[in-house]
């Protein structure tokens, strides 16, 4: 067989490994069109690699490496896939959380004791470390812990109730009713 490509050491290589190279892409993916399509990127490159194509001392295993890099590749494209729309979906909950932090949690912390608020706002929403907030305050950190706890059921529960606060399937926000603050 004459060869006709402008660099016939690729053809010559591509030529002697397709069909063991594809072969073996079919039994890594089990998937004859992921195989197709892996195998086509590995042509292109080659093509790419033009003349440089021709040092390379292994064409074979040069092939199959290629390969291998591209298929774990798309296995790790697969993968994360879903945690893109995982993330949309977040993103959605998250404007939920944000339109109730507005409307509704500003009112809410308001109707709490004043100790109550001022360990909600610093440890909750300004991230004070604990221990510096119960340090600053003459608590011991048990103590706060355990008023944070019971802080925070109190604040979910107002919050829940006040605010008609309606959780979808996952238990995350989904709507709720706008309370104002006065």
């Keep these: 067989m004459k060869e006709t ?6 053809s010559s290589a591509w030529n002697e490994n397709e069909q063991q190279l594809f072969r073996w892409l079919l039994k890594q ?5 992921l195989s197709q399509d892996i195998l ?12 440089h194509f021709c040092k390379v001392e292994n064409s074979k295993s040069w092939l199959f490496r ?5 298929l774990i590749d798309s296995v790790r494209k697969e993968r994360f896939a879903p945690l893109e729309q995982d993330i949309a979906d977040d993103e959605v909950v998250y404007e939920a959380i944000d339109l109730l932090a507005l409307s509704c949690l500003s009112r809410v912390l308001d109707e709490l004791e004043p100790a109550e608020k001022s360990m909600i706002i610093a440890c909750d929403l300004k ?5 510096t907030y119960a340090q600053q305050n003459g608590l011991s950190l048990s103590a706060l812990k355990s ?4 802080t925070r059921a109190k604040l979910k529960a107002h919050i829940q109730t006040s605010c008609q606060v309606k959780l979808d399937e996952n238990q995350q926000v989904c709507c709720f009713t706008s309370r104002e603050p006065v």
């Design 66 to 70: 290629v390969a291998r890099n591209i």
């Design 29 to 33: 993916t089990q998937d004859e069109q």
């Design 5 to 10: 490509s402008l660099y016939p050491c690729a």
């Design 127 to 131: 991230g004070m470390n604990q221990k």
């Design 40 to 51: 086509h990127e590995v042509f292109l490159r080659v093509m790419q690699q033009k003349e």
């Design 147 to 150: 008023r944070l706890r019971r």
